[in-house]
């Protein structure tokens, strides 16, 4: 579970989070949308700490953080807080000179400390899961923009996160890749892996959500179910977003 309270970050004199009220069960899927500038990344990276929020506290399972500004955090804080994090990116920020198999071995051998045959073992386990199989022994560069992104989630996962985190993970890709990328997450969340997707994927948002987030500029406008969100709402910013998106 987790549960963010009054979050507020500022970058210099922009105030880019406002307060932001979250709370996310585990083993939910929860689908972040708004306009662009409106703070979805910034939430995220402050999920990940990635970026210090300013004030505020987020509690994810049993630990608890609190942020108030000038106060500096504990770095086993921080540490054991990423380590529970998995984050997957728009760009697939996968390491150029090692394979699939390589990169989803990555972490666990240097952050988690596990052997590597342990790593392999269960990078190969997740590379299946992604349908990647057959291409563990591939560089980056040999695969297509959806193949790096399954990778990019395979390695995410393989840390064994308490959430999963992803920011535009379609939104870089050809429109015919988009979907199996699309479908790994659904098998994910159907599963229960705890997740919060920044998309525009509204279909994704529709079928798979459990929750719909409407942020912008900086405050959760709306939140509820796909239904409530979609098609039951009757505010005037949502509903001018809807639009947009639809249209285009
Ligand atoms: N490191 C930073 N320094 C200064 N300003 C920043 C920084 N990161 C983000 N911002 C500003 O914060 C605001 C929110 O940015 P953010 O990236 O969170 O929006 P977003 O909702 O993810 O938008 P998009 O849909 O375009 O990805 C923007 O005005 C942006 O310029
Ligand atoms: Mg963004």
Redesign the pocket.
């Known amino acids: 579970m987790i549960q963010i309270q009054n979050l507020h970050k500022s970058f210099g004199t922009l105030e880019v989070l406002k307060g932001i009220d979250l709370s996310i069960p585990k083993g939910t899927t929860a689908v972040i949308i708004g306009p ?2 409106s703070g ?3 939430l ?1 990276r402050c999920l990940n700490l990635l970026e210090i929020p300013d004030q505020g506290n987020i509690q994810l399972g049993d630990q608890i953080i609190q942020f108030k500004a000038g106060a500096k955090l504990k770095s086993k804080e921080v540490v054991d807080f990423r380590k529970n994090t998995g984050m997957v990116f ?1 760009g697939y920020n996968l390491f150029p000179h090692l394979t699939a198999l390589e990169n989803v071995m990555e972490g666990q051998v240097t952050v988690l400390k596990r052997s590597k045959t342990d790593a392999e073992a269960k990078a190969r386990k997740l590379l299946e899961k992604v349908g990647l199989k057959e291409r563990a022994d591939m560089y980056p560069h040999q695969l297509s923009g959806g193949q790096q992104q399954r990778v990019g989630i395979a390695r995410a996962m393989a840390m064994d996160p308490q959430v999963l985190l992803f ?2 993970p379609t939104s870089a890709l050809d429109p015919e890749l988009v979907g199996e990328v699309l479908k790994v997450m659904k098998d994910l969340a159907k599963e229960n892996m705890t997740m919060v997707v ?1 998309t525009h994927e509204m279909q994704f948002a529709q079928d798979v959500a459990d929750q719909v987030i409407f942020m912008d500029q900086g405050v959760v406008v709306e939140k509820g179910t796909p239904e409530q969100v979609f098609q039951q709402t009757s505010n005037q910013r949502t509903l001018q977003f809807l639009n947009k998106v639809s249209s285009r």
Do not use: I
């Open positions: 662009s500038g979805k990344t910034t995220l728009q920011d535009e920044v």
